[in-house]
């Protein structure tokens, strides 16, 4: 599966391949796939493209639970509605996916505002000047 470099983006600090999938935007009656522990289905247009990609590698996702254990959620409050992404944990910070630790690496750009997600692995990244 080969991703040009018009697919290719940078979110929340980390470039990865940029795959579409955000399921939100499924609208056709197909089912998606069933996918391993870490992948999400892949979208393309408004359904399924039929595959199964990192859900680190994805431009946003639906919602934070398509972020395993593996990953954490950033999620950029922005508008009309918020973007989620499934973001790799920095080794040096452990588990700890906070604000102290993980925001700085994320929260970047006009996204800089750091606040601490409750009860999910993750942080939200405010844009104060938007």
């Given at each position: ?7 290719v983006s940078c979110v929340a ?64 409050v922005a508008k009309p509605a ?49």
């Amino acid at each position: 599966m080969g991703v040009s470099s018009t697919e290719v983006s940078c979110v929340a600090g980390r470039c990865v391949k940029g795959y579409e999938c955000d399921s939100s935007k499924v609208v056709c009656l197909g089912m998606p796939p069933k996918c391993s522990a870490g992948e999400v289905p892949r979208v393309k247009g408004a359904c399924w493209a039929g595959d199964c990609v990192p859900a680190g590698e994805c431009a946003s996702v639906a919602s934070c639970a398509d972020c395993d254990a593996k990953y954490a959620c950033v999620t950029n409050v922005a508008k009309p509605a918020p973007v989620r992404h499934c973001v790799d944990v920095p080794q040096i910070c452990g588990a700890d996916a906070s604000c102290g630790c993980f925001g700085p690496s994320v929260c970047v750009g006009i996204f800089n505002q750091c606040n601490d997600l409750s009860g999910v692995k993750g942080v939200t990244c405010g844009c104060p000047t938007c």
